[in-house]
Every structure is written in structure tokens, then in C-alpha cells.
């Protein structure tokens, strides 16, 4: 496994902003995701973050809302846009297949708890 | 679809005490099967897995968890917690080959002195 950062780890917002996560990891990856935990919930599976090309999006998610960047193999940013206080939620990227190898596990960021009010 | 089943929102037990987890699932093919845990303030982590092979699996901790077939369950066991154990449990599905991983909505475990 890898160090796997996100900023910010959390953040207050104010209803119609937007904000940005990002996700570094240290050693390269060959997948990238985003998943969303609720308060009291299970994590659920935002969209899958493609290396240079548009990122494929869970039923329930769109891009206009959760637009996804992955512009090389370590990192990967989220923006929720336009927010309200239903996004309040801990957003975490998680990794697998380091190195290009597949071990078929999901790695973890620590998160990041974001509040709107 | 595929679905995860916990049937324990909350566990409290007393140290010492033993603990079993239980988990379904539903999916109509092979699966994987995974317990992660998360402890207070700290990110997930990986307990446990299942691909292949001996369906009893022993994961870190003295964690170890089995997968019944026919039963479509992986329940996580441990013959004797501790304090430390006071976590939030996730069990995951996801299928044959590299895919999206379904979680199960987690049980919070509490274990007292």
C-alpha cells in the first residue's frame, strides 16, 4: 500500500459554493475512485476517476454536480458544485493496483468531512 | 443489483467477550468479499479477504471471517475482543474481476472494559 492524501480534510461551505478535494497518492495507481459517506450511512460509490478522459459516473451522480479530474496516475480531484446542505457528507478517495498491479482491494483516504450551511 | 446485508446496526459487549459479524450478499456471479474496519478517526482499513480457496479466512488482529456459498453470507468472528476493538465494520462485495465495490451499511461495535 501507499500514502494516500486528501485535501482539504474538512471544510465548512456556505450553500451555493463549490469546493474542490483532492486526492494525492504517493506511488502510482491504476484505479481511482470516489466514494460518499453519509452521516449514519454506508459508503457509496460516486464515480470511478479515468486517467485522461471523462470519468464514469454512478447512477444518481452526474458530472454537472460532481465534476472529476485525474490528469495522471497519483492524482485525482472532486469538486461538489453548487452546494447544499444535503452534500454534507465525508468524501473519500480510495486507489487500487499500485504499480499497475491488481490486488482486486480498495485503498482509503483519510477523507474529508464537509459541512454546508 | 448487488446488495450487502449487516444485520447489526449496534454491538456492545464486554472485553473478552466473542464477536460475530453477520453479512450477506446478493450477486449473481463470483464475488469477492472484503471486511473493512474504521476506527475512531482513523481512515478505512482493510481486516480481511476473500477471492478463492479456503473459505475460512484469517485476516489481521485475530479477525478471521467465512463464506458460506450457499448461504451467501461472510460473517467476521473473533473469539475474544478488546477494547481496542471499538471500531465501525463494513462488509464489501464487488465482483470476479475488477469492479465496484458494494458496501454494507457497517456496524458499529462497542466494546467496554
Known amino acids: 500500500s501507499a500514502v494516500i492524501s486528501q485535501k482539504p480534510s474538512r471544510d465548512i461551505c456556505q450553500r451555493g459554493t463549490s469546493l474542490t478535494i483532492q486526492c494525492q497518492v504517493d506511488?502510482?495507481?491504476?484505479?481511482m475512485f470516489w466514494y460518499r459517506q453519509q452521516p449514519g450511512q454506508s459508503l457509496t460509490l460516486i464515480a470511478t476517476?479515468?486517467?485522461?478522459?471523462?470519468?464514469?459516473?454512478e447512477s444518481g451522480f452526474v458530472i454537472d454536480k460532481f465534476p472529476i479530474s485525474r490528469p495522471n496516475l497519483t492524482f485525482s480531484t472532486l469538486t461538489v458544485s453548487n452546494m447544499s446542505p444535503e452534500d454534507s457528507s465525508i468524501y473519500l478517495c480510495?486507489?487500487?493496483?499500485?504499480?499497475?498491479?491488481?490486488?482486486?482491494?480498495?485503498?482509503f483516504g483519510e477523507g474529508s468531512r464537509l459541512t454546508v450551511l | 443489483a448487488q446488495s450487502v446485508s449487516q444485520h447489526n446496526h449496534h454491538v456492545i459487549l464486554s472485553e473478552a467477550a466473542s464477536l460475530e459479524l453477520g453479512c450477506n450478499y446478493s450477486?449473481?456471479?463470483?464475488?469477492?468479499l472484503f471486511w473493512y474496519v474504521q476506527y475512531p478517526g482513523q481512515h478505512l482499513q482493510l481486516l480481511l479477504k476473500?477471492?478463492?480457496?479456503?473459505?475460512l479466512v484469517k485476516g489481521i488482529k485475530g479477525f478471521e471471517a467465512e463464506f458460506i456459498k450457499s448461504k451467501f453470507s461472510f460473517n467476521l468472528r473473533k473469539p475474544s475482543v478488546q477494547w481496542s476493538d471499538t471500531a465501525e465494520y463494513f462488509c464489501?462485495?464487488?465482483?470476479?474481476?475488477?469492479?465496484?465495490?458494494?458496501f454494507g451499511a457497517g456496524t458499529q461495535v462497542v466494546v467496554t472494559p
Open positions: 480510495s486507489v487500487g493496483g499500485f504499480g499497475g498491479v491488481n490486488t482486486g482491494e480498495l485503498f
Open positions: 506511488s502510482q495507481v491504476t484505479m
Open positions: 476517476a479515468n486517467q485522461g478522459s471523462e470519468a464514469t459516473y
Open positions: 450477486y449473481g456471479g463470483t464475488v469477492n
Open positions: 476473500y477471492f478463492s480457496g479456503d473459505p
Open positions: 464489501a462485495v464487488t465482483g470476479g474481476s475488477w469492479g465496484k465495490f458494494q
